[in-house]
């Protein structure tokens, strides 16, 4: 098995020991993504929709780094500190999908990294 460790300067450094995603054939996995920007490693300001929109930004120069597109996204996950937040989730989310959708999951959690409300991770599969 052959792997590509994915990096971009687009998106957040890892705030651990991870890498921002891995290429292993055609399947990319994109480690999770809170709302930071990636210029300054700092929580976006704004609502939970401004935030869902960032991470989904850093998905998608994760995703371009590994060749991909975020529309290539067979399967995402979300974790929330408000489970309330479905429903801007979906708002947002479907400026960045259309049909077919990902699956998806949404997790209800009590924290996250640095204080976050919202984070996303994602498996894509380059056509």
Do not use: C, W
């Not at 991870?18 to 704004?46: E, F, H, M, N, R």
């Not at 529309?71 to 259309?98: C, P, Q, R, W």
């Amino acid at each position: 098995m052959t792997r590509e460790i994915l990096y971009t300067e687009s998106a957040p450094a890892a705030i651990g020991p991870y890498s921002q995603g891995v290429k292993v054939g055609d399947t990319l996995y994109l480690s999770g993504q809170i709302p930071l920007d990636p210029a300054t490693q700092d929580l976006v300001a704004g609502d939970i929709a401004d935030q869902v929109r960032r991470v989904f930004d850093n998905l998608a120069a994760v995703a371009e780094a590994g060749g991909a597109r975020l529309t290539d996204a067979v399967k995402v996950h979300f974790y929330l500190t408000d489970i309330g937040d479905f429903a801007a989730v979906n708002e947002v989310m479907a400026e960045y999908f259309s049909e077919p959708y990902p699956a998806r999951a949404a997790v209800g959690v009590a924290a996250l990294p640095k204080g976050a409300q919202v984070e996303a991770d994602a498996i894509l599969v380059i056509d």
